[in-house]
């Protein structure tokens, strides 16, 4: 018998909850909906995931799922119970808690498990893994593998409850299913059901993995051949010891990756935040910027208020002698008489923040041929006073040199020629003060340059990856 469709319920402004054909409820959009509009907004309930011992094995590992009522169910109860516990006086947990609650007692339970689970979003915020579950509107949208919308899990701001929403990442007419992905899914489509199924326990119905269409398959899959080809890089560097210049490199090689596949979701944002945190770190000023700007320019079309957190992203937290301080960045900012005040510092980072959606391409922060021009001068005044410095030194060791050698040569006068052979310094020491200051032998040029070309480099910004890579410390 068919499933009577029940009415219409009360979801939102724009949505509401009706019964679909194939995956029992589901939210539909009642008007248009336009790109970046917040479809609904509720608050959730957060668990700290490493509490309750799931790791990444537990969440893939088909035993943990398949097996009766196991040891391996217990984190589950434990989470229940917490639940049960926190969330005295919500209607709609105490509701879903109990009755997983009393599912869990009895033999054969991992589907209850797996509604549990279904309705939590694992997520790793900052650096602790966390897992969201959600509130009864947002637990009701499906998955689709090509969703029309994601949801997004930010801070209320009280730094205590977790605010679920989601946000149209294209335009939806009215009457359609809004869909979000419950999983990042960059796989083909056989490879996207089975991690459905073990993760989820349902067989994915949405229209991409419907659609048998070849060019959509095909596309879809030059696509994923693409994803791998751009996060590559951060595979092999994890591989390797990963360093935080390394992750920088290869994470903006990523993001520019996920950009020109257009993938505009908490990924991106969250890794934009990572590589200006990195930046921050070590006082990047234009790259701190640079990231912050990508970031924020995600977390605002996810219609996300996350912008304001990134505040602190901007303040580096050490600075590092070495490592390009630049007077126009935000790490300097930061120590500015003008910007202590808050209110004025959150106005100008407001600004700076929100000024580039359209950031600049990374090309445009390499520094301009003048100020190439006036480093170089810079840098050959340096070398210049290096190698006057670097003669002064010669000209002490050969005065020592000279005044040990001194009663030796008396002693012995045939074994002098031997010794000028042997060393230009101490040759150009015989024969007077003027030549005492020689070009420095090729060991010390070469060590000269390689502090010259880092100083160039660093202050300026250019050849960031290759040079950064090799001299900076990690
Ligand atoms: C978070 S709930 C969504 C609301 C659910 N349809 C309901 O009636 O409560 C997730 C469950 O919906 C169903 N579902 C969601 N997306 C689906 C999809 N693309 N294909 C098949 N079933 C889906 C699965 O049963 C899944 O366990």
């Known amino acids: 018998m068919e499933p009577t469709t029940p009415p219409p319920q009360p979801a939102g402004r724009l949505c509401e909850i009706r019964r679909t054909k194939k995956k029992g409820l589901g939210l539909y959009a009642k008007v248009d909906i336009a790109k970046a509009t917040i479809i609904s907004e509720e608050i959730s309930v957060e668990f700290d995931l490493g509490k309750y011992k799931f790791s990444a094995a537990t969440w893939e590992d088909p035993e943990f799922w398949e097996g009766t009522r196991s040891y391996r169910l217990q984190p589950v109860e434990d989470a229940v119970s917490d639940l049960i516990a926190m969330y005295k006086d919500d209607a709609f947990v105490q509701t879903v808690a109990s ?75 009215a009457g359609t ?56 890089p951060i595979e092999r560097d994890n591989k390797k010891q990963k360093t935080p210049w390394l992750f920088f490199k290869s994470a903006l090689q990523v993001a520019e990756g996920y950009r020109k596949l257009q993938i505009k979701d908490m990924r991106c944002a969250v890794l934009w935040e990572q590589c200006a945190s990195v930046a921050a770190y070590h006082s990047d000023a234009l790259r701190t910027h640079y990231c912050l700007r990508w970031a924020a320019a995600y977390w605002n079309t996810l219609g996300s208020d996350r912008t304001e957190a990134l505040h602190p992203v901007s303040l580096s937290p050490e600075k590092h002698p070495h490592w390009g301080n630049t007077t126009l960045g935000l790490s300097s900012m930061a120590d500015n008489e003008l910007f202590r005040s808050r209110t004025q510092k959150d106005a100008l980072l407001g600004r700076i923040l929100m000024a580039g959606h359209e950031a600049e391409s990374y090309d445009r922060i390499k520094p301009k041929e003048e100020d190439l021009a006036e480093k170089e001068k810079l840098a050959e005044q340096k070398r210049a006073e290096l190698l006057a410095e670097l003669g002064e030194e010669e000209e002490k060791k050969k005065k020592k040199k000279e005044a040990a050698a001194v009663p030796k040569k008396k002693a012995k006068k045939k ?28 060991d010390q040029v070469v060590r000269l340059n390689a502090v010259e070309d880092r100083e160039q480099t660093e202050a300026s910004g250019a050849g960031w990856e290759e040079v950064g890579v090799k001299t900076r410390p990690h």
């Open 99 to 173: 009755q997983l609650s009393r599912s869990l007692s009895v033999p054969g339970l991992s589907d209850h498990a797996n509604l549990f689970f279904t309705n939590c979003q694992p997520l790793k915020l900052t650096s602790f893994p966390v897992s969201i579950f959600f509130g009864p509107i947002t637990c009701a949208f499906n998955h689709s593998c090509s969703g029309n919308a994601t949801f997004n899990a930010c801070g209320t701001g009280d730094g205590v409850n977790l605010v679920t929403n989601v946000v149209a990442i294209k335009p939806i007419k």
């Open 177 to 232: 299913e809004i869909t979000i992905s419950y999983m990042l899914l960059p796989f083909p489509t056989a490879e996207r059901r089975l991690r459905l199924r073990k993760s989820y326990r349902f067989e994915c119905v949405c229209e991409l993995c419907m659609d048998m269409n070849p060019e959509t398959t095909e596309s879809f899959a030059k696509g994923i051949a693409l994803m791998k080809e751009i996060e590559a």
């Open 415 to 442: 074994g002098s020629k031997k010794q000028n052979g042997r060393k230009g310094a101490a040759c150009g020491a015989e024969k007077g003060s003027e030549e005492a200051i020689v070009p420095a032998p090729p």
